[in-house]
């Protein structure tokens, strides 16, 4: 096995290093700053300034759109040309991804931030021509942003077989009712377009009644009820939404791919979304890990640094060991993607996704517990980073979901999984270890 990068890897992670550590953390008071006085002008929910200022140094050196995946025989793209960015593998991108996380506002000055690059594949991948030309083309030059709605209040959305937002054909219009929620980015005011999914054959198969729709956020009927917070963080200028969906009526061509594939396209939009949150969370664990070493050997307890204390050895030796461990996983999931797809990646995707955030949690609260009372106030960033991740552990599906395709995936060697459910003769022992 080779763990070598190769000279276009290190090239690609080492400009975008240089880029965060050069141009965007030098202003990281500004930001704040710009920030404070937004709040205090009551102007919270417009974009920071600093922001939109760096984003043209990013596109000029090159560093623009990373995400971008390559054309494959299985995209649905014949003008790929024209909407590449740089074209990354998972693998390059997930080593630049990481350089993102270490400053969580990072990724939006690469036009790298979510929700928008998920939706910007989905359009990449599934879109008409004209679909590109009103919605692609404005991401991807950084003009607009965008919102992903799938979750609802009411039913269990892990399953997304129970979503119920109606997308009903009425003559030469779909027409939308529903509610939803924790539609991430629906606070900008630059939101002009969400990616909807939702049920548009109520009688059909279990995979085949969902559809995904393109909405422009200021079609009538479309209401945003309120901003949620995240453990008191409203998230703004970005926000995560709560809203519903009255009698809207949108064109017969705003469908995506075609009516009955929302499912389809979900495949192919989360597997490369969730792997996206973990490269970042390498990067935000780095991070934290970082700030934890720095206060142990610069504060003073009980006549020692705090460092010497041993407690502290242990606490730190195996957030660099989770660490470790948690990049290789992560890297060896993007490079499966790349080389064998998303569908024979699942595996190793479901595994990162529950391995990544669960490990910054920790070492996020081992750096708060270093900090003592600092840590869980605003003086730092690692209280609100804390609440920032650990919405990662229901976000592109739970941790149970991911586990029990994990735990299936393992009993599958072993037993006949097609057994049904309360089978008190239990299951059918089959292949190797089998007795």
Excluded at 15 to 43: H, L, M, W
Aim: aromatic share 6%; charged share 25%; proline share 5%.
């Amino acid at each position: 096995m080779d763990f070598e990068l190769s000279e276009k890897q290190r090239d690609m992670r080492g400009r975008v290093k240089d880029f965060i550590d050069s141009v965007i953390r030098p202003r990281t008071a500004d930001y704040k700053k710009a920030a404070q006085a937004a709040e205090e002008a009551g102007n919270r929910w417009q974009p920071n300034p600093v922001i939109e200022e760096l984003k043209p140094r990013a596109r000029e050196a090159g560093l623009w759109n990373l995400f971008m995946p390559p054309h494959s025989g299985q995209d649905h793209v014949d003008d790929s040309f024209e909407f590449e960015g740089k074209q990354l593998s998972n693998l390059e991108y997930a080593l630049c991804a990481e350089e993102m996380g270490r400053v969580h506002w990072a990724s939006e000055v690469f036009n790298c931030s979510a929700p928008d690059t998920g939706n910007m594949e989905v359009l990449y991948r599934y879109g008409t021509r004209e679909q590109k030309d009103r919605w692609l083309t404005p991401l991807m030059n950084g003009e607009i942003r965008s919102a992903f709605l799938m979750t609802e209040p009411d039913v269990a959305s892990s399953d997304a077989t129970n979503i119920e937002t109606g997308i009903i054909r009425d003559g030469n219009e779909w027409v939308l009712n529903g509610r939803k929620w924790w539609s991430s980015g629906a606070g900008d005011p630059r939101c002009e377009v969400a990616i909807v999914m939702g049920k548009s054959d109520p009688d059909g198969s279990r995979h085949g009644s969902q559809s995904m729709i393109l909405l422009p956020m200021d079609t009538d009927g479309v209401t945003i009820e309120r901003m949620l917070s995240v453990y008191g963080y409203d998230h703004a200028p970005h926000g995560h939404a709560e809203i519903s969906l009255n009698n809207v009526r949108l064109p017969a061509d705003a469908i995506l791919l075609g009516e009955g594939r929302g499912f389809e396209i979900a495949q192919g939009r989360l597997g490369p979304g969730r792997i996206h949150h973990c490269m970042r969370t390498i990067g935000v664990a780095e991070e934290a890990l970082e700030a934890m070493c720095r206060r142990l050997t610069s504060r003073v307890a009980f006549g020692k640094y705090i460092y010497q204390q041993t407690v502290w050895e242990e606490r730190v030796a195996r957030a660099r060991i989770d660490i470790e461990m948690s990049r290789l996983l992560c890297l060896k999931a993007a490079d499966m993607m790349d080389r064998a797809g998303n569908k024979a990646a699942k595996n190793e995707i479901a595994m990162i996704k529950v391995q990544a955030p669960n490990m910054a949690l920790k070492i996020l609260d081992d750096a708060i517990q270093a900090h003592g009372g600092g840590g869980v106030s605003s003086d730092h960033e690692l209280a609100a980073t804390w609440a920032s991740i650990r919405t990662l552990r229901f976000a592109d599906g739970p941790d149970e979901v991911h586990n029990r395709a994990i735990a299936r995936n393992e009993f599958a060697k072993y037993t006949d999984l097609k057994a049904k459910p309360g089978d008190t003769r239990g299951p059918v022992p089959t292949g190797a270890g089998a007795h």
